[in-house]
T-cell receptor
Framework: GAGVSQSPRYKVTKRGQDVALRCDPI?????LYWYRQALGQGPEFLTY????????KSGLPNDRFSAERPEGSISTLTIQRTEQRDSAMYRC?????????????FGPGTRLTVL | KQEVTQIPAALSVPEGENLVLNCSFT??????LQWFRQDPGKGLTSLLL?????REQTSGRLNASLDKSSGRSTLYIAASQPGDSATYLC????????????FGPGTSLSVIP
């Protein structure tokens, strides 16, 4: 596809379950970012990759959150033992420059609801 | 096409000074404007978000203003500290392309002890 895609678009899970959120960036984009966005707020940075290398994961809230991009394309954000406070929109973005100051193109997001 | 510019590109000030960073955007049809901080080799840290209906936001020593009609935002940093040294980016989320967040090139700030 032409844009960034994410799946699933909506995920409802019970507290304590693990979830995996997928991001498929624009083909050829070097950088991939994960953000979490609460309602009415801007994106909160979680982590980012240049190619397959995770450059910075300081934004991950705790060790239940992890991300990977093993082949430098598709990325997965995994949340283990979900909690209600994890409910949010999770958005990924990709950009064409390794430094990431070029336009970031966002996916539609995955709305996660933890019951 | 929305374009975001920031001036100055780089700024060096002695510790304790108050300073202003500027951001301009060409299309006033925005949802919000956000200021980020980026440290070398790190991701982005969100500092302040201003919704299109708001005029300013404050957090600690930071104050950001938005004048949507003139396409300008300023980030005011009071009593600067060496730990404020970083690159500051502003970004707008456009109404016409909600999926796109357009970043400015950034202002590299160095606060000298």
């Amino acid at each position: 596809g032409a844009g960034v895609s994410q799946s699933p678009r909506y995920k409802v899970t019970k507290r304590g379950q693990d979830v995996a959120l997928r991001c498929d960036p624009i083909s050829g984009h070097v950088s991939l970012y994960w953000y979490r966005q609460a309602l009415g707020q801007g994106p909160e940075f979680l982590t980012y990759f240049n190619y397959e290398a995770q450059q910075d994961k300081s934004g991950l809230p705790n060790d239940r959150f992890s991300a990977e991009r093993p082949e430098g394309s598709i990325s997965t954000l995994t949340i283990q033992r979900t909690e209600q406070r994890d409910s949010a929109m999770y958005r990924c973005a990709s950009s064409s420059l390794a430094e990431g100051t070029d336009t970031q193109y966002f996916g539609p997001g995955t709305r996660l609801t933890v019951l | 096409k929305q374009e975001v510019t920031q001036i100055p590109a780089a700024l060096s000030v002695p510790e304790g000074e108050n300073l202003v960073l500027n951001c301009s955007f060409t299309d006033s049809a925005i949802y919000n404007l956000q200021w980020f901080r980026q440290d070398p080799g790190k991701g982005l840290t969100s500092l302040l978000l201003i919704q299109s209906s708001q005029r300013e936001q404050t957090s600690g020593r930071l104050n950001a203003s938005l004048d949507k009609s003139s396409g300008r935002s300023t980030l005011y940093i009071a009593a600067s500290q060496p730990g404020d040294s970083a690159t500051y980016l502003c970004a707008v989320q456009a109404i016409t392309s909600y999926d796109k967040v357009i970043f400015g090139p950034g202002t590299s700030l160095s606060v000298i002890p």
